[in-house]
């Protein structure tokens, strides 16, 4: 059969329309602009690992004294078990109790009778999860989760207050390239594991658009020719 000028005018119309979708796909996937992605912190506004950490304990202390429903006396014993990161529950949770004015002894012995707060199984822990990148030429984001637990208990005399474990998280976005200066060396509870980004899928996907996008222009001006 032969071709028509009105044919052959409406498969250049039909091949345009899928340049423009294919081109169109693969320009948003290189600016990688989705409106759902999360703001990555910069150098001035992203805490280190630390930090972060130091402010859930404070933040978990808080929360046993308010669900203890307790006032503590005016002095209290803080008795923390010894482990690598101890030394941030005695001072958060230390400075936690001076804030009310209450007197702090430290130790797992001794003191006067009355209150006594007991912290065991300091856990902190920080995860890096769903790694990607935003863009081809653009450096790749991570999603850091870093997470507080510990257990308390609260007496005053012999007489049990409260008991109970109080775990809490957060989470925000960084870029994968800041990482090792938001860890402390000296501290391994502060280091976590990076996903790998370089999998065959993550790695062929920008190529495919590129491609797609070059396959689409080639065609465009055959056409036009």
Sequence with gaps: ?????????????????????????????????????????????????????????????????????????????LNVDSSASSWIARTELGALLGSVNTRVLTGSQGGPAGSRWSVRGLTLTVEYRDIRKTGVFSGAVVDRVVTAAFTSEITDGETLVFAGTTTRSVTDTLAESRIEELESESMDFTRGDVPDLRSLDRFIEPFVIIGATGAAILLFFQVRS
Excluded: Q
């Design 1 to 77: 059969m032969r071709d028509t000028p009105h044919r052959h005018r409406a498969g250049k119309a039909v091949i345009r329309w899928m340049f423009i979708a294919i081109a169109g796909g693969g320009f948003a996937g290189i600016t990688g602009c989705g409106s759902g992605e999360p703001v990555v912190g910069t150098r001035e506004n992203t805490p280190s690992n630390l930090v972060v950490m130091r402010r859930l304990v404070g933040e978990l202390g808080r929360i046993v004294l308010d669900s203890s429903g307790y006032r503590m006396r005016d002095t209290v014993v």
